[in-house]
């Protein structure tokens, strides 16, 4: 079974700073995509962040300018670099790959929380 692990989040006053990684593990071929979403309380899960194999990186108008996505295939972990916060960032923040083993489908970690203070 293919699984994600995330890790980075936390509590941060505005302004401040995280970075998210998502450690994927288990048996497939490759990931062709890799993604960030958040769900906020009373919100719908949104993209924050995205990457697709062999084109740019893509963000939410809202994020766009503050937050980085970047990934390490060898590691098999996506990041997210999270700067200048700000309080309605808080949210659970989901990693999210799709990942290919003889066909593709899509994997989701489980969550982590981040909540901006000001």
């Known amino acids: 079974q293919v699984q994600l692990v995330e890790s980075g989040g936390g509590l941060v006053q505005a302004g401040g700073s995280l970075r998210l990684s998502c450690a994927a593990s288990g048996s497939f071929f490759s990931i062709s995509e890799m993604g960030w979403y958040r769900q906020a309380p009373g919100n719908q899960r949104e993209l924050v962040a995205s990457?697709?194999?062999?084109?740019?990186?893509n963000y939410a108008n809202s994020v766009a300018g503050r937050f980085t996505i970047s990934g390490d295939g060898a590691k098999k972990t996506v990041y997210l670099q999270m700067n200048s916060l700000k309080p309605e960032d808080t949210a659970v923040y989901y990693c999210k790959m799709s990942v290919k083993r003889g066909v593709s489908f899509q994997v989701w970690g489980q969550g982590t929380q981040v909540t901006v203070s000001s």
């Open positions: 990457m697709t194999t062999g084109t740019n990186t």
